[in-house]
């Protein structure tokens, strides 16, 4: 199925600063500034990364307009959070959950939609993670910790 919608604005990455807040990721025990280069990785996905990956997943998600549209208004889209992972040299990313308490006018959604928005909205995340990491952050230069020159 194919969403034919308005490519949105890619999401501000204000998530918390310290990707150990996530569930998922290894941090070491000491860390020193901030090294999660979300400045970086919102300058990439201005530059391209957010509108080439969008379209790709709208060509295959299985999300209705209806559910991207209460998506877009739940403000889901901006909490998607990309961060730079030293310890693992990679992007990581977190997707958000679908609020508990739905205000009134998105209480259509079932136990179904709302497990398929998660799961698209993590299926984005992970392909734009990939995309940064594969197309846009050169890992022969030293801007996220490479020197292997």
């Known amino acids: 199925m194919t969403l034919d919608v308005e ?3 890619p999401p501000t990455l204000s998530g918390p600063q310290d990707p150990g807040d996530y569930d998922a990721v ?3 025990d000491e860390r020193t500034g ?3 280069r979300r400045e970086e990785l919102a300058d990439f996905l201005a530059a391209g990364a957010w509108e080439d990956v969008f379209d790709e997943w709208a060509a295959h998600t299985y999300l209705t307009e209806d559910e991207f549209r209460a998506v877009r208004e739940l ?3 901006d909490e998607l959070d990309f961060y730079w992972n030293p310890a693992a040299a990679d992007v990581g990313y977190r997707a958000p959950a679908v609020p508990a308490e739905l205000p009134e006018t998105h209480d259509d959604l079932d136990a179904d939609d709302i497990e398929d928005i998660e799961e698209e909205l993590d299926d984005l995340a992970r392909m734009v993670s990939e ?3 594969t197309d ?3 890992r022969d230069a030293e801007e996220f ?3 292997w020159g």
Do not use: S
Request: hydrophobic share 30%; glycine share 10%; charged share 35%.
């Open 136 to 138: 846009y952050i050169h």
């Open 75 to 77: 403000g889901l889209l």
């Open 26 to 28: 290894d941090e070491p």
């Open 34 to 36: 901030d090294d999660t």
């Open 7 to 9: 490519i949105p604005d």
């Open 131 to 133: 995309a940064l990491e």
């Open 145 to 147: 910790g490479y020197d």
